[in-house]
């Protein structure tokens, strides 16, 4: 009897996992651009529908009210059903809402639009992150995130340059109908191209090894119950309650402070906003190179990620200084130099929870972060709201923005002391 052969093996090195992190990226900037529009559009809305200060602290509240009550199930949904469907179903639920900021015409339509998109915005940090884990090892993890993270940055670059535009020349409506259509193009690539590392034909078996080179996660899937009494879990969520209401702050409020403070309109807005996300789309790639570098030359994981995040709360510090310069381009430095600095700091938070989670519930983990993230943001944007109606005084706001990010680091010094995963 003969001996058959031995199977071919495969010697291809393929990448694909970075394709699979291109479209994040596309699905991130999407998401930024949709939630961009309206703080752009603010003040001319205000001024032609006539709400206040207060009034729109409530639009904005509206939306992070919804994105934490999407926080509740979306993450346990991703864990559940998976990202291949899983983040079609949320992209199609908020590009419909995001169109449908055109039929609303007082305070409280955009309230209840602001609210469906913030529902189906909630799903993306949780899909993305969970993807992550999936697709990548530790060591490039950060990396990754960085770049998907990057997305945010080009849509909120994108927004200024493109939304301005089509208002003063085709109306507000059609600012976001074309915007939410967006989502749409997406999902057409997305399902095509979409499998697991294990059931996609376009990864070799080397890239496959590779991907599956960290230790073995246990199959775990506690409840939110049994994730609660672990600091780590405490950890990121206080992480993202102390700082995000500051990224919430200079989405939804810089145009209205670059107004106030330095009289730009809105054919004015494009220049500064880009310079400033530009800067912020260089922090979120070079925060996570940063820690992903300092691994590779031997340093402890959690350790990298903290030394990281430290560079970033540093460079968040000088931030309050913008709102005492009389010069618009110092300030647009000093908010940039901010921005980046977040952008940073969140690619390793969210690569923090990659690291201390099993991928089978990183899912659960990022989106209860995010709840405690979208609460604070809502206590914050009412209290921005509330100042701002008073006094106009942004100088409080700012202040506390720069010291957001060194007393979340102290928190998550303290809580974190281990580089265990959590099982």
Same mark, same amino acid.
């Given at each position: 009897m003969i001996a058959s052969a031995p199977a071919p093996v495969d010697s291809r090195v393929s990448h694909f996992r970075w394709t699979i992190c291109a479209l994040l990226f596309f699905a991130t900037s999407i998401n930024y651009i949709d939630r961009q529009v309206l703080s752009i559009l603010a003040p001319e809305l205000q001024r032609s529908i006539g709400w206040n200060e207060l009034q729109y602290g409530y639009i904005v509240t509206a939306f992070q009210g919804a994105y934490a009550l999407g926080l509740l199930f979306i993450g346990r949904l991703m864990d559940r059903i998976g990202t291949r469907m899983g983040y079609p179903l949320i992209m199609a639920i908020w590009s419909v809402a995001a169109m449908l900021h055109a039929l609303a015409g007082s305070a409280l339509g955009f309230g209840i639009a602001r609210g469906l998109l913030g529902l189906g915005e909630a799903g993306n940090f949780p899909a993305a992150i969970k993807t992550v884990a999936e697709w990548f090892p530790k060591q490039e993890r950060a990396f990754a995130t960085g770049i998907f993270n990057a997305g945010s940055n080009v849509g909120a670059i994108v927004a200024p340059l493109v939304v301005p535009w089509i208002a003063l020349t085709l109306g507000w409506r059609w600012a976001f109908v074309s915007t939410g259509a967006l989502g749409f193009l997406w999902l057409a690539f997305w399902r095509p191209l979409y499998r697991s590392p294990d059931q996609s034909s376009r990864v070799s078996q080397a890239e496959l090894a590779w991907i599956r080179s960290d230790i073995p996660? =246990? %199959?775990v899937q506690p409840?939110?119950?049994?994730?609660? =009494?672990?600091?780590?879990?405490?950890? $990121?969520? !206080?992480?993202? !309650?102390?700082?995000? =209401? $500051?990224?919430?702050? !200079?989405l939804f409020?810089? =145009?209205?402070?670059?107004?106030?403070? !330095?009289? @730009?309109?809105?054919?004015?807005?494009g220049p500064p906003l880009v310079v400033i996300y530009v800067l912020a789309d260089v922090g979120s790639v070079g925060g996570g190179w940063i820690s992903s570098l300092l691994i590779?030359?031997?340093?402890?994981? +959690?350790?990298?990620?903290? &030394?990281?995040m430290? &560079? *970033? %709360?540093? *460079? @968040? &510090?000088? @931030?309050?200084?913008?709102?005492?310069?009389? +010069?618009?381009w110092l300030a647009v430095g000093l908010i940039g130099l901010a921005a980046a600095a977040h952008q940073g700091w969140s690619a390793n938070v969210y690569t923090l929870a990659s690291d201390l989670f099993p991928s089978q519930i990183v899912g659960a983990v990022v989106g209860l972060a995010?709840? *405690?993230? %979208? $609460?604070?943001?809502m206590l914050f944007s009412s209290i921005a709201g509330y100042l701002l109606q008073q006094a106009n005084d942004f100088r409080p706001l700012?202040? &506390?923005?720069?010291?957001?990010?060194?007393?979340a680091l102290a928190v998550v +010094?303290?809580?974190t002391r281990t580089d265990r995963p959590t099982t």
């Open positions: 996660e =246990p %199959a409840t939110w119950r049994q994730l609660l =009494p672990y600091r780590n879990t405490w950890a $990121i969520a !206080f992480a993202r !309650f102390l700082t995000d =209401p $500051i990224w919430w702050f !200079f409020w810089l =145009p209205k402070l670059l107004g106030s403070r !330095f009289g @730009v309109t809105l054919s004015g807005l590779r030359a031997g340093w402890r994981v +959690h350790r990298a990620r903290l &030394v990281a430290l &560079v *970033c %709360a540093l *460079c @968040v &510090v000088p @931030v309050f200084a913008a709102s005492q310069t009389q +010069h618009l995010g709840l *405690c993230g %979208a $609460i604070g943001g700012l202040f &506390v923005a720069s010291a957001a990010y060194l007393t +010094h303290l809580l």
